[in-house]
């Protein structure tokens, strides 16, 4: 049995440790409230968005774009949106098993160390990283979003994909690979979508649609917006989910440190008494003796 | 048949009922829309928006974003919109300062940052034209 000055060690030195995780688990649960709110905020908007798109499909063949053009895919471009610090339970390890599954040749982008790291160590063609802050101001992930979106203009990549993890609720984060350009592939995937999430698909008007003022100057506005705000949302689903997912991690290991303290603690108090049992009998033998 | 108006900005649904006609702001300038109207995508400007339910009326503002009616269904999505009773005209006032002070030495601001203060002044100015008008 380890000596009672061992384990007194070990129980200060977990008490240490929780209390370490339960301030970061306070810390990243209020980062998480905000984070959540705005990612949930945005999400009706994005939605409808995505439905004028997608409304805009079936008539894509007669519209010109270079959003629209649906070109031979030879090199993918792929925006990783991972976290900067680890303690994030899963999170990262599950978006890198995404990026794993990419046997096609692509082109990566990331956003937030980890990613960066993760692509760099596996010898990945690493094209870009991306400093984006804790807050993901819309003017930082622009940034990366334009450099992106000229690299796809100039043909260096063909597609424009981007892998986060899709914040579901505080204790469900899945990692999701979702294709943003060409958006000729877009109405697929959102009735692909609504057919997941149950909903039904809007009942479409099939008479021609009018553009105001005109079609091509429409387009112009829409799309680009359309791209920024949906990466956009994108990056802030993948910051709720980051702090969801640091705050239950860190409320896990604070358990399992409380639990670990009460264990050693019974440890500590049996060897005690052990000890004492131990003088008291040594005490009594050596009277014996006398 | 009536028709049914959604107007979402990102930070909330501002607006989500059935109605029977609406008023848009556009880029071409006003446009009504009836029951029955044919599918249409444009841009909204920044504007006050009128809807008509029931005989009574709502004006709204709104600024910057896209418009589409699709079957009997509205779609409004606006950098910014806020209904009629909920301007507050002291706050706008004092944004639409805050924003021309900060354009005043506009030799720091990038161009988007100009074009973001312009809007906002543009919209503030909306917001209370509407207000005004209606004492």
């Given amino acids: ?290 | 048949m009536s028709l049914t108006l959604e107007i979402v900005t990102p930070e909330a649904r501002v607006y989500s009922d059935t109605i029977d006609t609406v008023v848009i702001p556009t880029v071409d300038g006003e446009i009504g829309i009836l029951p029955g109207h044919i599918p249409l995508l444009t841009q909204v400007a920044d504007g006050e928006l009128r809807v008509t339910k029931g005989g009574k009326e709502l004006f709204l503002a709104v600024g910057d974003g896209f418009a589409q009616v699709e079957g009997d269904k509205i779609s409004i999505l606006a950098e910014r919109a806020i209904t009629e009773e909920k301007i507050d005209e002291a706050a706008v006032e004092e944004a639409l300062k805050r924003a021309e002070a900060q354009l005043k030495d506009a030799a720091h601001l990038d161009p988007a940052e100009q074009e973001h203060l312009h809007s906002v002044m543009r919209f503030a100015g909306v917001q209370l034209a509407l207000k005004r008008r209606k004492r």
């Fill in chain 1, 1 to 290: 049995m380890a000596s009672t000055r061992d384990i007194r060690r070990r129980i200060k030195s977990v008490k240490n440790t929780r209390q370490i995780t339960k301030a970061m688990e306070l810390v990243a649960a209020s980062k998480m409230k905000k984070a959540q709110q705005l990612a949930l905020a945005g999400r009706p908007y994005t939605q409808l968005l995505s439905g004028m798109i997608a409304a805009l499909a079936p008539r894509v063949a007669e519209l010109k774009h270079p959003f629209l053009d649906q070109r031979e895919v030879k090199t993918r471009g792929i925006l990783l949106v991972t976290t900067d610090k680890g303690l994030c339970g899963p999170l990262n390890a599950n978006l890198f098993k995404l990026v794993t599954e990419i046997k096609t040749p692509a082109k990566f982008f990331t956003m937030g160390r980890k990613g960066a790291q993760f692509i760099a160590r596996t010898h990945r063609d690493l094209a870009a990283d991306f400093a984006v802050q804790d807050r993901a101001p819309f003017a930082e992930v622009k940034v990366a979003i334009e450099h992106m979106v000229q690299k796809y203009l100039e043909g260096e990549i063909d597609t424009v994909e981007v892998i986060y993890s899709r914040f579901k609720n505080t204790l469900v984060q899945e990692s999701a690979l979702r294709p943003v350009l060409p958006l000729a592939s877009l109405a697929s995937f959102i009735s692909q979508a609504q057919a997941d999430a149950g909903t039904t698909v809007t009942k479409q008007d099939d008479r021609d649609m009018i553009f105001e003022p005109s079609a091509p100057k429409v387009l112009e506005a829409l799309l680009p917006f359309y791209v920024n705000r949906q990466i956009y949302q994108l990056v802030l689903s993948a910051r709720a989910s980051e702090h969801s997912a640091r705050m239950v991690a860190m409320k896990t290991a604070k358990d399992n440190a409380t639990k670990l303290v009460g264990e050693l603690s019974l440890e500590y108090n049996k060897a005690r008494q052990a000890a004492i049992t131990q003088e008291i009998l040594e005490i009594a033998a050596a009277q014996f003796a006398a």
